[in-house]
């Protein structure tokens, strides 16, 4: 079974910019989560999807974050204008449905902002 | 206000003895808890998970207590191997809900074992 894809795995851009990052979750997975760690730190969630739905985005800066999930697949997020403090690692993962399910992770993509 | 806490940040351990890594939380919500390792450059692992309705979960290696009262879990690794190192976190979520929840992750505990 393939994993949670993830790309670019590495980013690095100047403050202002606009950056995207793209997820490819396992396959029929109906959930799916993007989380920020920044160095030091554990992740913290940003958004989460079910199919194509946003459940929860309540920790996502939504004056410059934003994420889509087409056709309830493939998600991508995107960061514009990008700041100093984005500087993190962005996990993808993705789980089945049901709540005792664990979440399965991509790489990440390392961002760094200049 | 972190609602996951684990307070030690590394842990050395000699090979072949027991790791015990420790996890506090403060949300009464929470009721399903997971470990997962991290390799540098990598995407946190699944490890093992607990529901609230258990004390104990046990997978070969891998034992994890819940201690509901004391909104404390702990991780017990016997007997450690020097593939063990990496950095684990604890995570918990409100799963109860009906829905698959997103983690709460504490800030990890880098675990070294020692040959």
């Known amino acids: 079974e393939a994993g949670v894809a993830q790309s670019p795995r590495y980013k690095i851009i100047e403050k202002r910019q606009s950056v995207a990052f793209w997820c490819n979750p396992i396959?029929?997975?109906?959930?799916l989560y993007w989380y920020q760690q920044i160095l030091g730190q554990g992740p913290k969630l940003l958004i989460q999807f079910q199919n194509n739905g946003v459940v929860d985005d309540s920790q996502l800066p939504k004056d410059r974050f934003s994420a889509e999930r087409l056709k309830g697949v493939d998600s991508t997020l995107k960061i514009q204008p990008a700041k100093l403090e984005d500087s993190a690692v962005y996990l993808c993962a993705s789980s089945s449905l049901g709540p005792y399910n664990e979440q399965f992770f991509g790489p990440g993509t390392r961002l760094t902002v200049l | 206000d972190q609602q996951v806490k684990q307070n030690s940040p590394s842990l050395s351990v000699q090979e072949g003895r027991i790791s015990i890594l420790n996890c506090d939380y403060t949300n009464s919500m929470f009721d399903y808890f997971l470990w997962y390792k991290k390799y540098p450059a990598e995407g946190p692992t699944f490890l093992i998970s607990?529901?609230?309705?258990?004390d104990k979960n046990e997978d070969g290696r891998f034992t994890v207590f819940l201690n509901k009262s004391a909104k404390h879990l702990s991780l017990h690794i016997v007997p450690s191997q020097p593939g063990d190192s990496a950095v684990y976190f604890c995570a918990a979520s409100a799963a109860a809900g009906g829905g698959a929840d997103g983690l709460t992750f504490g800030k990890g505990t880098h675990l070294i074992i020692q040959p």
């Open positions: 607990i529901s609230s309705i258990k």
């Open positions: 396959s029929g997975h109906a959930t």
